[in-house]
Structures are given as structure tokens and as C-alpha cells.
């Protein structure tokens, strides 16, 4: 395994790099299908005041969607730059969901892109039309695809390791696309993408109303916006129950981080307020809590939509619980060292010709295949993901949720009965909740990449051996360069959109 | 229908395949050859303006192109893709901090608040049109000189310098393929400013420019073919991996459609060239962009094909890289060739974009008449 300070920056750079993209590109997911809805309401109606409206959000699009992709390609690349090893153990399965993106999402946002922005004197009103609904389309296309990508390494399915090779490879490609954790990931991740659109247009048309500027622009603006927001979210609802639920079945030990469940027991409860107790260690006696807030069986439920389940803590899966068939993760970690050194010593015996040796060693590993990863590790108790990042992220993602469900529901009202402009306290809330939408996603892939810890493939590939072997110093480089480059763009990405918004609407002419 | 080919058809179908890709994004990166002369050919900033628009509506198929092909590479060459990007880790950074410099340059350049300026988003245009596209061809070129890698049973690979790929900068063919790359670029822009702006002043001024990048692209082209002719090519068999002297000229002996192949590309971008400063003519980017497509074709395809390594290792021999010991399984070979059925759609569409955007060509008034322009 690499040194721990080279896995820490590799994983440091990774984070940086996807915690930038992921500030760009909730807003092009959500941000793409508002504009579209405006512009087919200006195709329908030839209302030029659609035509207006939808140019003003089309422009804040386009700045926000270049610094996304200056983020999005160092992604891919950084899966070989600094996860080489990754990129090989499991390239043969996670590389062709990031072809087929490129294939079937970029091309057509790159392409249509400009016909979106360049084509509204070039190309009839249709044409035009449709392109802006394929940029949007294409955009979610590419989060589709990432997003198998992603719940492939959240719940390895539909492959096999080929111990010629020392890799895994598909063996089943529609295993891997209709992975259930990739699906309700998917689903998930672009309705907090609709969300956080809906956000941005509520609360910049909310400063136009505060301003009383713009009044026609922000009140229609916010009716689309509120609309799509409320319906998204109720559906983001929806699908963060679905995501626990996989969460639940695959990656048990992310579920008790999130929850803060040291102790597994039956109709347990999910936490909906808490603070941790920050003495308390695995297998010790003490409160998991200083203080909580619970409500009854809802974990039970929601985890295995039974109320009388029981819900595995932290200590069952470091320690094992004979009675309920949790296998302990010592037990877990021998198992994998058999299995590693029978692959060696197939690989040995391969290269002596010795037959014999290599079909026992073969039947030693299949035996043991499926704790693979486990031989990696020393420490029962690092099975386990940092418990107060993993717990504390989830109950904000969670709490954000719920406020934006509220907020888009009165905003909608207050708009239908043509009241928005006087609520001046609801005008200012959905101001100041374009930056929670920010925070609710940031927190919602600190739960689903830090409560994934300490695996790279759950289970399968630790984080540790997925790292490229480079100099500490070279990441250090890297690291520091892509901070402050991202840092400045992104100064400069704020500073253009806040003059855009100044600008507002009217100025027509804006370049 | 793949599903019945070997494996070692699917893996020269893929070969095919990223070489294709690799060789479009070289004809598209005319758009970073146009960057590196909003100084050279635009004498103010009004036709700055009018190059940046030119330029601004096919930034992202160049884009695109690339992260396309690092897709395809890490999906049917996974060996590939690790070896090389973990290992040659400073020249892969350096061509990544390029790019992302491009990606925000047009769309912020001449936005009122953008913080740096006009004039850096212009150098942030420049460098990525220069020193990416040198450095790509340096990466490019190590694909023929070996790099410093080894790999061990489990096919995990190490760098053995810790100049991580820097050191390919010291390697003639390397540095002269970069130019190449370079020059060919810049000399594209031109042809494709001829055909896509109506202002007489930058119509002048590029073919001015033509003259002087067009010899400098033949000198270093001729550079580059003649040293790949004579240089020597790592071959394998098996398991073995071994010298062999001329190894691209008999490549090019043993496949006489890809000399063809390169020998009409060639040809067909000097015409380009000709027609360009000698007919007057305005159609010289369709000439070179095919010509350009069938030569980087033919020179990937002469790496990939003929028992040749398409990643020799300097530092152990047998680590090299061949399309068989670096690629994806049988099945996700498979899967991927059927996707790769969408291709002849995507292109299909693309072209039909280009030319309903391009039926007219680029000036000041229409730049000044759109709401929406970098």
C-alpha cells in the first residue's frame, strides 16, 4: 500500500477537484431544463418576453456551464493521473460508462451548445428550440452515465476478477447500467440538480423583486422556477429514501456513520437532531450522544421498510454478531490475506508451469474471492468511514432538503395569488438559500464519497491501493496549483455572474 | 455481430477506433492553432473579436474530442491509460492545466467584471493553443520513443524518473512532433478563417500568415517523417518485446494502405496549402481536414498494427505496452463496439450543426448585431 500522506493528497486533489465541479454543475443540470421550459413557453405563446426572460437565464447558464467543464475534464484525467492503479484493477468496467458519455452526452452539449447560444438568427425558432432541450439533454445524459459509473463503485455488480489479468472485468454490462444503487443515485443527484436551478432563479428573481426591478421578468421567472422547484423536490424526497435504502442493503457500515449507530438493534430509530459524543470509540460503553432528537422506528423502516428490522451498528460490523450471521471484520480481513496470497501463489505457480499448484491455489482464491479487498487491511476497526463528517454532512443534506420542499411551496403560493411582492421575509429567505443549495450537494457527496471510506470499490479495492505510485511532493504541486486556479476562476466566475444579474434583463447588448 | 469477432479483432477494431478519434481531434484543434494568432493575424480589437467568434462556435468539439479520447483510451486500453497518465504525471498535468484555462477564456474575455482582464483571457487562449498543443505532441511522441515505466505481475505500473514525463522534452522526435503538431494547427486556423469570416483586412492578413506557418509546418513535417522512417521500433512477439531497426518504415512496407493513406493526406494538405495562397481559394480547410485525418490515422495505425508496441518501456523492456496486453476484456470490448455504432450519428449531426451555423460567414456587424458573443 502507498504511504498514507500520498493516498491522503490523492484523495485531497480528487476532493477538491469534484467538490469545484460540483459547485457548476447542479446549475447546468437544473439551469439547462428552466431555460428550456421558458423558451418553449416563448415558442408557444411568441411572447418576446419569454424570449427576454429566456436569454437573461441562458447567459448566466453559459457562464456557469465553462467552468464546469474545466473542472469535468480534469475528473476523467485525474482517474489515470493520480488513481492508476484504480484505472486498471477496475478500467475494463468503470472506463465504458465514461466513453459512452463521451459518445452519447458531450458531443451533443458541445454540439448544440452552440446553436443554443450563436443560432437564434441562424437557425428557425424550433431548431432552436429543440437544441436548447438537447444541451439539456445531454447534460443529464452525461450525469446518467458518470453516475452508473459512480453507483458501480457504491455496489460492485455485474463483473468477476480475472486472476490472469489481477483485474475485474464485466460480465454483465446491463447489471452495471441498471445497478439499483446507480438508479436511485442517478435520480437522486439530477433532482438536486432541478433543485438548486429552481433555487438560483427563485432567489436572483427574488433580489429583482426586493430591488423592484424587473418586477413582470421576476414574477414569471419564479412562477417556472417555483413550479419545477416544488415538483423536483418532492421527487428529491422521494429519491434520497430510495438512495438510504441501497445504502442500506450495500454499504451497511455508511449507513450506521450516518446515523451515528455504534450499538445495532431492532425498530431502531433515525436521529433526526444530534450531537455525537466525541470520546466515544468503537466497541466502548459509552453514549453515542450528548444529546438527540429521534423519531422512533423510521430507521427500521426506511433501511429494510420493515419496522422490526434490525439495523447492524458499528460494533456488529468491526466485532461481528454471531446470532444475527454478521461476520466479523477481522474474520473479513484473514479471509482476504488467503485469498491475496492465493493469488500470488497461482501467479508463481502460472509462471513455473506448475499445474497442479496453480488449480489448488485457483480454488483457494475463488473460495475467498468475495473478501478480496479485506486482505488489504490490518485494523478491523478501519472498516469503518470518519463517523462525525459522514453523520454531520448527512443531517444537513437532509434538514436543507426539507427547507427548500417548504420554501418552493409558499413561494408558489404567494406567486399564484400575486402576494410575492410583499413578502419581503420570503423574498429574502429564497435569496439566501442559493448558497444552501450549494451546501446541501456538497454534503450530499461528502456522505455518499467519505462514508464510502475506506474503499475506493466497495469492498472490493481499498482506497489505499487504487492510489498511482508518484512522489508525495508531485501531488503536493498539483494540489496547490489546482487550488489556486480553481479559487481564482471561481472569484472570477461570481464576479461576472453578480455584474451579469446587476446588468439584469434589459441589457440586451450584454457580452 | 462483435460478439463473434477474437478479441484480437476487437482490440484492432478499438485501435482503429481511438487512432480515428485522435486523428479528428488533431484536425479540430485548428481552433487552438487560431488562438495563438489573435496577435498575429487581428491587427485591433475588433477583428480580435471577430477570430475569438470564429474560433468561439467549435472551441468545445476540440474539447470534447480530447475527453473523448482519454475516454476511449481508458475504456478499451486500461493498461494504456494507467500506465501512461499515472506515470508521465507532470506533462499529463501540465496539458490538463491548459485545458481548463481554454474552457473559461472565451466565454469570460470580454465579460464586463471578469476580474484578469481581456488580455489574459487572450494569453490563457495563447498558451493553451501553444504549449498544450507542443506538449500533446511531445506525449504523443513518447508513444513511438518509450517512456520510463515499469509494471509488475499484477500489471501495476511505476515511472522510474522522477521528472514524471518531463524528460520526453529532450527527445528530438518528440519536440519535433510537437511543433509539427504546432504548425499544422496554426496553418488549419488559417484555412479555416479564409472560409468562415468576411472581412477583407483578416482575409489579407491570414494569407499573409499562411505563407510563413506553411513552410515552417513542412519543415518540421518532413522532420518528423523522415526520423520516423529511419528510427529504430520496438516489435513483439508473445511475451517478448524487441529492437527492431526501421520498424515504421517496414510497417509502412508491410501495410501499403496506410502508406497510401498517408501519402494522399499529405498530399491533399499540401493542396489545401495551394489552393489557398494560389487560387484564392476559400475551401482549403475541407483538403487539409480530411488530409489531416488520413495522416494521424495512418501514423497511429502504424503503431498499433503490425505486431508493434504501442507504449515501449525504456526503463524494462518487457513492461512495454502492446494493444494486446493493454486492453479491455472480450466482453467490454463487445459492448463498447456496439456504442461505437452511435458514432456515424454523432458525426452525421455535428455536420449538419456546423452547416446550418455556418451558412453564413463571420463579421464585425453580425458579432455586434448578436445578444450573446465572446
Known sequence: MESTLLVDLSRAQFALTAMYHWLFVPLTLGLSFIVAIMESLYVKTGNEEWKKITKFWMTLFAINFAIGLATGIIMEFEFGTNWSNYSWIVGDIFGAPLAIEGIMAFFMESTFFAVMFFGWNKVSKKMHLLSTWLVAIGSNLSALWILVANGWMQNPVGMEFNVDTARFEMKNFWDVLFNPNAVSKFLHTIASGYVMGALFVIGISAWFLLKRREILFAKRSMIVAASFGLLTSLFLVFSGDESAYQVAQNQPTKLAAMEGLYDGHSRAGIVALGQLNPDKQIGDNQEEFLWSLEVPYALSFLGYRNINAFVPGMDDLVFGNEELGIESAQSKIEKGKVALDALKEYKNAKKEGNLIAATTNLQTFRDNECYLGYGYLDDPKSIIPPIGLTFYSFHIMVGLGGWFVALFFFVLYFSMIGKIEDKKLLLNAALFSIPLGYVAGEAGWIVAEVGRQPWAIQGMLPTGIATSSVDETAVMITLSLFAIIFTALLIAEIKIMLKQIKIGPQGESHV | ?374
Open chain 2, 1 to 374: 455481430m462483435f460478439e463473434n469477432l477474437s478479441l484480437f479483432a476487437l482490440q484492432q477494431y478499438w485501435w482503429f477506433l481511438v487512432s480515428l478519434i485522435g486523428a479528428l481531434f488533431v484536425f479540430i484543434t485548428f481552433v487552438q492553432g487560431g488562438q495563438t494568432l489573435l496577435y498575429t493575424i487581428a491587427k485591433n480589437d475588433a477583428q480580435r473579436n471577430v477570430l475569438v467568434a470564429s474560433l468561439g462556435r467549435k472551441w468545445e468539439l476540440s474539447f470534447t474530442s480530447l475527453v473523448m479520447f482519454g475516454g476511449a483510451l481508458f475504456a478499451a486500453f486500461p493498461l494504456f491509460y494507467s500506465v501512461s497518465f499515472g506515470g508521465a504525471y507532470y506533462v499529463w498535468m501540465a496539458i490538463l492545466f491548459c485545458f481548463i484555462i481554454q474552457a473559461v477564456s472565451y466565454e469570460y474575455r470580454k465579460k464586463p467584471d471578469n476580474l484578469f482582464g481581456t488580455r489574459t483571457y487572450e494569453m490563457f487562449l495563447f498558451i493553451n493553443g501553444s504549449v498544450g498543443i507542443i506538449l500533446i505532441g511531445i506525449a504523443v511522441g513518447t508513444l513511438f520513443t518509450g517512456g520510463n515505466f515499469v509494471k509488475d505481475d499484477m500489471n501495476l505500473s511505476s515511472w522510474t524518473l522522477k521528472t514524471y514525463g518531463l524528460e520526453g522534452v529532450l527527445n528530438p522526435f518528440n519536440v519535433a512532433l510537437g511543433f509539427t503538431l504546432f504548425f499544422l494547427a496554426r496553418v488549419q486556423a488559417e484555412l479555416y478563417f479564409l472560409n468562415n469570416i468576411a472581412e477583407k483586412e483578416i482575409v489579407k492578413n491570414t494569407r499573409i500568415q499562411l505563407v510563413k506557418d506553411a513552410v515552417l509546418f513542412v519543415g518540421f513535417f518532413v522532420l518528423v517523417t523522415v526520423m520516423l522512417l529511419f528510427m529504430s521500433g520496438f516489435a513483439y512477439a508473445g511475451e517478448n518485446v524487441f529492437v527492431v531497426e526501421y520498424k515504421f518504415l517496414a510497417n509502412f512496407l508491410a501495410s501499403p494502405i496506410l502508406l497510401i493513406l498517408f501519402l494522399t493526406g499529405t498530399l491533399l494538405v499540401l493542396y489545401a496549402i495551394f489552393i489557398s495562397l494560389f487560387k484564392n481559394s476559400t475551401k482549403g480547410i475541407w483538403f487539409s481536414g480530411v488530409g489531416t485525418v488520413f495522416v494521424v490515422l495512418s501514423i497511429f495505425c502504424l503503431l498499433g498494427f503490425n505486431n508493434t508496441t504501442i507504449y515501449p518501456s525504456l526503463s524494462d523492456i518487457s513492461s512495454s505496452l502492446t494493444i494486446q496486453n493493454s486492453s479491455g476484456s472480450h466482453y467490454t470490448l463487445t459492448a463498447m463496439s456496439y456504442v461505437s455504432l452511435g458514432v456515424p450519428f454523432v458525426l452525421a449531426y455535428i455536420y449538419f450543426v456546423w452547416k446550418s451555423m455556418d451558412k453564413e460567414k463571420v463579421t464585425s456587424a453580425e458579432i455586434e448585431a448578436d445578444s450573446h458573443h465572446y
